[in-house]
């Protein structure tokens, strides 16, 4: 039981700092209304940013997320 919960202290401590970098990365979100009123949603990059950089980098930091609320429930638990 003492190698499982080193095991997952140590994935948890990785997905801590993996989660630190990606949000690091990802771009502000400064547009505000003032984007939406000019049509900023309405170019390229808005209609596909699911296949962009940062929708990639979007759907990582959700899963990292994820990943950290379930790993620190199941330390809590050990």
Partial sequence: ???????????????CVALTAIV?????KSGGLSGSVAGAT??????????SMEGKLEKITKYLAIGFIVLSLVLNIL
């Fill in 1 to 15: 039981m003492a190698v499982f919960k080193i095991i997952v202290t140590v994935i948890f401590a990785v997905i």
């Fill in 24 to 28: 690091l990365m990802q771009e502000g």
């Fill in 42 to 51: 309405e170019t390229y990059w808005g209609r596909n940013k699911g296949r």
